[in-house]
Every structure is written in structure tokens, then in C-alpha cells.
């Protein structure tokens, strides 16, 4: 039997330095595992120091909360400033600037075109042209106004009013005229041409004024003295006013003057009289047709009355010129009114309830149509503009009434 040699186990060097190797690695991954944690941490503590402190962390102390909203109210206004846009910016400077304005509309000079109309005594309303009101209710007078007699000065136009009072002498001594003496002093006037050097026996204001259109609504008498400053020298009653001049013709046409005045309205254009229409007919004509419009409502009782008369037709040649005189006057005293517009053959307008046309007033100057008042026509905007003339010119074509 063959001896049995007993097994031993052979040495392996590298099982020992395979599991030492093992050993090494895993102990390596591990040091660099826990480094990185280390130095993350490091990091993230290093980070959290430089940051800017978290406003909204829990506060502490008694006005803790108090500040908390206050300041969470202030950053919401720091954003809505941040936020807005550049439009609505303010740009403040001590500095002068450059600016242009809008231009402004010229006024009337008030030493010179202003013309107070309301005065004590006088009732009614009465209509500033352009620039307002006057008014004289209950006997006194508020507010200034352009004079609806016409201003002070020409402006651009205007026919020259002259101021006469019948009832005294050039000196102003009373002279005892009457009624029935005016309204026979009237007629010889009108008919013979409305000349007033024949007027020498009677008192003649200091001061003309220049009228544009006339339009008076129904007020105290009183009104055309004060229009001339006349208060304290003139009765409110038998008194007249010439407005004359010479007019150029703006277009082509036939027209007819259509008005009335309380007391006397006569229009003479061209050496002929072509309107004669109140409560007293210094040429015994009377208008053949009359225009009573809705606004004419005060004055029923009236029974001379039958509203704005339709005067005779006249034919005339644009840049033509012409003679023109307009006379009102007041006969016994009390209220007053005076109206004047103008005709055009051939032009349809409008009308009010009853039919009667309404028409523009006859102008020689542009300008606004007065606004308010008692017993005033309807009026048309626009309407021919005829241009006063300055120069005189003896070859005047007579009147064209066909």
C-alpha cells in the first residue's frame, strides 16, 4: 500500500493581495465619497454666507410684524416705480424752455370798442355783439357789452352813426317839441334825402359810432341815449340816429331790405328809399307783405304791430359802390327795438313754423350774430358781406328797381 502523503493547501500570495486590493479600493471610494461631502458642504455654507438676507425670513420681537408689512408695502411701490414706463415720467427744470402756444384769438380793444349797455332804468335784456352780455333788470344794469348801436371806432367797417336830439337846441335849451311836431320834423327830413345840415336847430351828439349790422332787441329807449353817452343830457324819447356811408356791392343780385323799428325804420340805398317800416311811415309807404315770426310773441297787444316788413326790390353790380343811409328813432318813449335784414332774389331758406323765411342780417363787417334778447327774428348764418368804402364817388348808376 503505497504511502498516502496528506494533502496540504498550496500558498496563493495573490488571493491575499486581491482581497488587500479590494480592500484599498473600497476604502479609496469611500475617503473621496466623504471628501466631496465635505467639501460640498463647505461650499454651500460659503454660498448662504455672501447672500443678501432673506427678507421675508420669520421676524422676531414685538414689532416684528409691523415691520414686516411695512416693508413688504414699500418694495411693492419700488416695483410699480421700477416698472413703470418712461412715458408718464415728470421732467422738472429750473431752466427756460422754447414753447410754442396755440395763437390766440384777437380782442377788441376795451377802451375803444366796448360799449356799456345796460344802465340804471333800463328793463329788458339787452345783447352784447361778440364779447357777452349787458343786461338791466328790475331798473339797474350789470355787465358791459359791445353797444348793439354800433362801436367807437371803425374797425373794419362800419356806416357813421350821428345822434340828434329834437326836443332841444344845439345849446340844450328845451324848444317845446311835441309829438306831432317830430313826426312832421321826421318826414320833411326823410324826403328830403335825410340831409343833415338841415338839422343845425337841433342837438347833435359829440361822438359818432360805427355800425356793422342792427340788431336791437326789444328793451328800453333809454338804450340808444346811453349808447352815446348821453345819459345826463338826453330825455329817452323823440330822438333819432343816421347811420350813412357807401357800401360796395359783393355780388350780382336783387335784393330786398326786410325790418321794422319801434318807432321808425327807413332804409334809403341809392338816393331812394327802399324800407320804410315802424309804428309811425315818414314817406306814407307802408310794406305790402310782413314777416311776424314765432319769436315775435310779446308784442300781441301791440296793434300797429304786424312784425319785419319786406321792403321795395333793388338790382345791384358786384364791386359797384352805393350810397346807404339807415335812420331809427325813438317817437314817444318806453321800450325800442330795430331790426334789418336782407333779401336775396333767387335764394331758398329756411323757415320757421308760419313760413316766414329766415334771413341773414345785412352786414358790412363779418362777426358773430348776437345770442338772446326778447323779440328777435330767427337769423341765417352767413349771408353777403358788403364792404363800406371811404372815398366817395360822384358816378353813382342809379338804382335798378326792374
Known sequence: ?????????????????????????????????FFGLGATYLIVQTFQGERP???????????????????KV????????????????????????????????????????IVPLAMAGMGGTGVGLGTGFGTGGNGTGTGVGLSLFGARTMGSGGLVGTFFD???TP???????DQSKFQGLMKNYVLGGMNDSAMGAYF?????????????PRMASEAGVHAFNLDDKVEAKMWCIHYKGRVKAPVDGRFRFVGVCDDILVVRFNNQVVLDCGSFFPTGHKPERFFKYDTFTQSDADEWFKGCGEGIEFGVTAGTIYPIDILI????????????????????YQTDSKGNPILPLFRVADGKLPQGGSEVP???EGGPIWQTVNTTTPDVPPISNH
Request: with cysteine; proline share 9%; glycine share 6%.
Open 1 to 33: 500500500m503505497a504511502d498516502v502523503i496528506p494533502s496540504s493547501t498550496p500558498a496563493r500570495p495573490w488571493y491575499h493581495w486581491r482581497r488587500l486590493g479590494f480592500n484599498f479600493l473600497a476604502l479609496s471610494i469611500l475617503g473621496h465619497l
Open 53 to 71: 438676507q432673506n427678507f421675508t425670513a420669520p421676524a422676531s420681537g414685538p414689532n416684528a410684524p409691523t415691520r414686516v408689512l411695512e416693508h
Open 74 to 113: 414699500q418694495m411693492q411701490k419700488k416695483q410699480q416705480s421700477m416698472s413703470a414706463p418712461a412715458a408718464v415720467k415728470r421732467v422738472q427744470t429750473t431752466s427756460s424752455a422754447k414753447v410754442t402756444l396755440p395763437t390766440l384769438p384777437t380782442l377788441p380793444r376795451l377802451d375803444s370798442q
Open 166 to 168: 329834437f326836443k332841444q
Open 171 to 177: 345849446q340844450g335849451a328845451a324848444n317845446g317839441m
Open 204 to 216: 347833435k351828439g359829440p361822438t359818432v359810432l360805427y355800425l356793422t349790422q342792427l340788431c336791437v
Open 329 to 348: 328813432a325813438e317817437d314817444p318813449g318806453g321800450s325800442f327795438r330795430a331790426y334789418l335784414t336782407l333779401e336775396q332774389k333767387g335764394v331758398e
Open 378 to 380: 330767427p337769423l341765417a
